[in-house]
């Protein structure tokens, strides 16, 4: 199983950082292969509409997102963390969900039909890790699920929401046991859910 965990925030010591670390390091134990990328290390613009993509399933745009690309298309799962911007996220985790839709497909005649290359192939998985400085989950307003939707609308079945509030200076999620012992539970179920799928694959091959 290959797991790519993605982290929307600036700050690489940060608590958005350090949770989907915590994610991955709970399944890597477990035989998986991880990468942890920062989004703040790509210059990556947003979809500009183009529609370049519309007949190879391939972005056009020529930035960093293109080395972005292939780890994708590898990644079994990808686990997204953005802390909250003005009750959504960040830019950068922003403009990278928006290039992903090159790997949305249209009927030509009818914008209502619709599927994603993941579905075409089987889909993925994913997980979803959103912070949030204040204390009621109201002021998270979209995070979790601007980037939840979009990753359902593109085949990725979303095993976990995970939402930690109340949380701002640098480090202190690491003293948060609550908020550990959330992330160590999505990361399990991913695992667990990716082996079943194996392990029924195995099984039909014999029925």
């Known amino acids: 199983m290959n797991v790519l965990g993605i982290v929307g925030s600036k700050r690489k010591k940060g608590n958005t950082a350090y949770l989907v670390q915590q994610a991955l390091n709970e399944i890597e134990s477990k035989d998986v292969e991880t990468q942890l990328i920062y989004l703040g290390d790509y ?25 972005i690309y292939p780890l994708i298309r590898n990644a079994d799962a990808i686990i997204l963390g953005s802390p909250t911007y003005f009750y959504n996220i960040t830019a950068d985790m922003k403009a990278f969900i928006e290039r992903l839709y090159c790997f949305q497909v249209f009927a030509d005649n009818d914008r209502s039909v619709w599927s994603s290359v993941n579905e075409v192939f089987g889909g993925k998985y994913a997980v979803v890790i959103a912070i949030c400085e204040q204390n009621n989950e109201e002021d998270m ?13 593109l085949g990725y079945r979303v095993l976990s929401t995970v939402k930690i509030l109340n949380m701002f200076k640098k480090g202190e ?15 399990q179920k991913l695992e667990r859910t990716y082996r079943l799928r194996k392990e029924t694959e195995e099984r039909l091959k014999h029925i």
Request: aromatic share 4%; charged share 25%; hydrophobic share 35%.
């Open 173 to 187: 999620v690491q003293e948060d046991s609550d908020a550990l012992e959330q992330v160590k539970i999505a990361a």
């Open 43 to 67: 210059n990556i613009s947003g979809c500009t509409g183009c529609e370049g993509c519309k007949d190879t399933y391939k972005c056009v745009v020529m930035d960093d997102m293109q080395k």
């Open 141 to 153: 307003g979209f995070t979790a699920e601007a980037m939840k939707l979009p990753l359902q609308g």
